[in-house]
């Protein structure tokens, strides 16, 4: 190939490129900028859907869970029990199956956590076939690993939720609203809702013995390691 061939070829190409027709230019610019739009749209979703503990691969896992292998999690649906649930994880510890739900915007242990965790040892326990005798909340950035156990008290706690939702929806009882200052603060229906409470308000006896009843149950140092 000599140089005169390459130098020829060359100023074809060049030729071609001026002929070339403006639309069609612009379709190749518009397809690039849309490629890198989508990709960066792409990027942003996945770091927003990592952040906010949606549909995690096991990769995604792993980069969460550095000191756990976690296991191909599971969409369970038990028809017997009612309930339904997709953990984050689940782990093999000592030859139980154990539930994990990564909480990366939380600073703190909140009840419906607990609750979710719960729901989710009753159903590893149906289609696993093992109780778990307990399930790893994974709480903020820094991955704050802790162990809920079990337990009997726990378990019942949540009876009494889902046994009020059941009762709620099958009988159409009415709402029992259990609302606090911080909580209605923060609530976007709290213009058309009847129960939200204000700064001056206080909480009913009836609320005030619940809120102490929760309290009781999760204030046990001894049930959960971190
Ligand atoms: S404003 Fe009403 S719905 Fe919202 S948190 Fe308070 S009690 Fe619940």
Known sequence: ???????????????????????????????????????????YAKEKRIAAGVNRSIKERKQILPDLKPLSSRNYVSDMQG?????????????????????????KIRDRYVAQLLVYMRLVEEFEGK??????????????????????????????????????VDKNEPLKPLPSKSKCQRCNVRHRCNFQMTESASLSPTHRSLKIAQSNEFSDPSDTTH
């Open 83 to 107: 309930l339904a649930g997709n953990p984050d994880g689940l782990v093999s510890e000592n030859g139980f199956i154990i539930p994990i739900e990564v909480k990366p915007l939380a600073k």
């Open 131 to 168: 109780k778990p005798p307990y399930g790893y909340l994974i709480l903020g950035k820094k991955a704050r690993k802790v162990k809920i156990y079990n337990s009997e008290k726990r378990q019942a706690w949540l009876q009494y939720y889902l046994d009020q939702m059941r009762d709620f």
């Open 1 to 43: 190939m000599n140089y005169d061939y390459l130098r020829h070829h060359f100023l074809d190409l060049l030729v071609d490129i001026v002929n070339t027709d403006t639309n069609v230019v612009l379709l190749c610019i518009i397809l690039v900028a849309s490629i890198i739009v989508l990709d960066a749209l792409s990027t």
